[in-house]
């Protein structure tokens, strides 16, 4: 049993206690940012712990390449768009793994009791949030490089990129854009329930479509445009397909610097509505008691 | 203990809490008053559905209550969250957190970086709970490989991590056997003891784990605090009177019950084994006699008078009710009859 500490004692314990609980805005920023980096490792050890979500995440994705590549060859069509579809399918696992991964994920977080241990951690949860985001992104990256390599092997795809430094911007860009809404997805799916859930996996091909995975926004007119404003697939592919496959640059809808600065602002934008999102869920689940609580 | 003016490490005045149900409002608590000193052990006990874990839920900060107030170390829960998150750890019992991909060493660091601690501080620590829970064989094992004891420990090695001055454990020995149960309750009291201050609030409706562990005890049903206080004075509040057990050889002839009823403090008199057999079995005969005194010291009338009358004792004990006769007084049912009937929290 424990002993208790009265009078003096107990007064001299708490001025202590709220010492140690008033944190300088450093020590702040170093928590989150090694939060940050613990969040992520489960997602980028995931990968290697589970060699069958590797296969499986490869072998879909390339076979669906195939279909596409196969495709467009019987048609005739310029070996550019096989080049420009490996690319696509590429970036297309980011945004598979934040519709499906991301999205999902704080549902599961809730289910498995995780999130309780989160709110009630001193981290908050936009430092989960982008451990997430930046944890998944780094799983994906093997997975992306893989598809681009196995495309190459097999199809012989030839790239001319004049600018490494530009292609890197644009895939950092787009990625970053892709998770920052993933940040809003988790956040809406946890609130929605499976409803949300289920309309993300019934919306993921016209997303393609529309994200200019098979043909570029551009054919699409108005809605590309639209496209363009509101899916990060989409301004990301379209200034991929420039950057890296110099032919197709006439396809672009727009410079590829006004994609990255789209892109930018989508990422600063999701950014901002993913964490008011993330607030909103803390301040309902504990005015409610039903958002954060396990499903038992 | 209570009344005590010197600065609480749980303050709460009047937690209401209400929840929306498809039924109509649901009052999960009503009015619960609590304070729970620096350094105690405090225990609330219930039946499912009393409000126990909607009272630890809202002094961990995990739920707003609906009316009230509650400070853990004077730090307020509603509007110093993040402050009290940081002096505070929760177990809850058949918690499944973590990721199943990560080991147990894995697991802890990256708890550890969660609160808030330096990284070569924190892996000291994850090493030492380790140790400190005997789990060094499965350090390197999957979460998803281990068995719910194990699972458990490791959710009190996390608790740990971050030396908190509140820990709140709800039902946390549950679905644990009697081993793993012990080796948690063991290691709750050897991290009390480490550190003057150290508060547990303990939410339970095992009767002996309350007894066992806790320095008080509030009983809870229907959102209320039936009544709080030590054990032992929760048992007086059940039986006022002093409740002895006399095992003696035989009755003499020349006595009766009736007779010791009459002697100066007794109360009742009543033979405990009717049928006047050795209730062990072996040795010689024994009769036991449960006999209520309006105090201690009139015990020595009675044994006075049994061996005057050439009676040989045998035993003298004291019986004291069980928190289960306390509970059944004041919540008017048996805890495991209240589960029963309870549609749970």
Redesign the interface.
């Known amino acids: 049993?424990?002993?208790?500490?009265?009078?003096?004692?107990?007064?001299a314990?708490?001025s202590r206690?709220?010492e140690?609980?008033?944190?300088s805005l450093g020590?702040r920023v170093r928590?989150a940012f090694?939060?940050v980096?613990?969040?992520a490792?489960?997602r980028v050890?995931?990968a290697a712990?589970?060699p069958s979500w590797l296969f499986f995440d490869l072998v879909f994705p390339i076979l669906g390449m195939c279909s596409i590549v196969f495709l467009l060859r019987s048609r005739g069509v310029d070996e550019a768009w096989i080049a420009s579809t490996i690319l696509a399918t590429a970036l297309l696992s980011f945004w598979i793994s934040v519709v499906w991964m991301m999205g999902a994920q704080f549902h599961w977080e809730r289910d498995?009791?995780?999130l309780?241990?989160?709110?009630?951690?001193?981290?908050g949860l936009g430092a989960i949030a982008l451990g997430m985001a930046i944890g998944g992104a780094l799983g994906v990256v093997i997975r992306a490089v893989i598809i681009t390599v196995a495309g190459v092997l097999l199809f012989g795809a030839k790239y001319q990129v004049a600018d490494p430094f530009l292609l890197a911007l644009v895939i950092l860009a787009g990625v970053a854009a892709m998770y920052s809404l993933g940040v809003c997805l988790s956040s809406v799916f946890l609130i929605s329930g499976r409803e949300a859930d289920h309309l993300g996996s019934l919306l993921n091909e016209p997303m393609q479509l529309l994200g200019g995975v098979y043909a570029p926004v551009r054919s699409m007119g108005t809605v590309g445009v639209v496209a363009l404003g509101i899916l990060p697939l989409a301004p990301a592919i379209d200034a991929l397909r420039q950057v890296a496959v110099p032919q197709l640059a006439q396809t672009g809808i727009l410079p590829v610097g006004v994609e990255l600065v789209i892109l930018l602002v989508m990422t600063i934008v999701f950014g901002v509505i993913g964490r008011m999102l993330l607030a909103h869920i803390e301040r309902v689940?504990?005015?409610?008691?039903k958002l954060?609580a396990r499903a038992d | 203990m209570s009344g005590s003016t010197s600065p609480a490490a749980v303050q709460a005045t009047g937690i209401g809490r209400v929840f929306d149900a498809k039924g109509g409002p649901v009052t999960a608590l009503d009015g619960i008053d609590l304070r729970i000193e620096p350094g105690e052990l405090f225990g609330v006990l219930g039946p499912n559905g009393a409000g126990k874990s909607t009272l630890i839920k809202i002094l961990s900060t995990l739920l707003l209550p609906s009316t009230g107030s509650a400070s853990i170390f004077g730090l307020d829960v509603v509007t110093e969250t993040a402050r009290v998150r940081r002096i505070m750890n929760l177990v809850a019992g058949g918690d499944f957190s973590g990721y199943g991909l990560l080991t147990v060493r894995e697991q802890l660091a990256m708890f550890a970086q969660f609160y808030g601690l330096p990284y070569r501080e924190g892996m000291a620590k994850v090493d030492a709970q380790i140790a400190s829970f005997g789990i060094e064989e499965i350090r390197d094992r999957k979460i998803s490989a281990l068995s719910t004891g194990q699972r458990q420990k490791l959710n009190f090695a996390r608790s740990f991590l971050n030396d908190p001055w509140i820990l709140f454990l709800d039902e946390p020995t549950i679905g644990l056997d009697v081993s793993a149960a012990r080796d948690v309750r063991d290691r709750v009291r050897a991290f009390q003891a480490e550190q003057p201050g150290r508060t547990v609030l303990l939410t339970t409706h095992y009767m002996a784990e309350a007894d066992e562990m806790c320095d008080r005890i509030a009983i809870v049903d229907h959102g209320r605090i039936l009544a709080q206080g030590t054990p032992t004075e929760l048992k007086r509040m059940v039986q006022k009177d002093a409740l002895f057990v006399v095992g003696i050889d035989a009755l003499p002839a020349s006595m009766s019950l009736d007779s010791l009823r009459a002697l100066p403090g007794v109360i009742s008199v009543a033979a405990r084994d009717a049928d006047g057999s050795d209730a062990s079995g072996v040795g010689s005969p024994m009769r036991r006699l449960a006999i209520g005194l309006k105090e201690d010291g009139a015990l020595g009338g009675v044994i006075s008078t049994l061996a005057a009358g050439g009676a040989h004792l045998q035993e003298i004990s004291k019986s004291e009710p069980t928190l289960e006769e306390v509970f059944v007084q004041l919540v008017g049912r048996g805890i495991s009859e209240s589960d029963e009937v309870s549609d749970g929290e």
């Not at chain 1, 309780?116 to 981290?123: F, K, R």
């Not at chain 1, 689940?285 to 008691?289: E, K, L, M, P, Y």
């Open positions: 049993m424990g002993s208790s500490v009265v009078g003096a004692e107990a007064t314990l708490i206690i709220h140690e609980t008033s944190w020590r928590h090694v939060s980096v613990a969040r490792y489960p050890i995931g712990r589970e498995s009791g995780n309780l241990l989160y709110i009630t951690a001193p981290v689940g504990r005015a409610g008691g954060l």
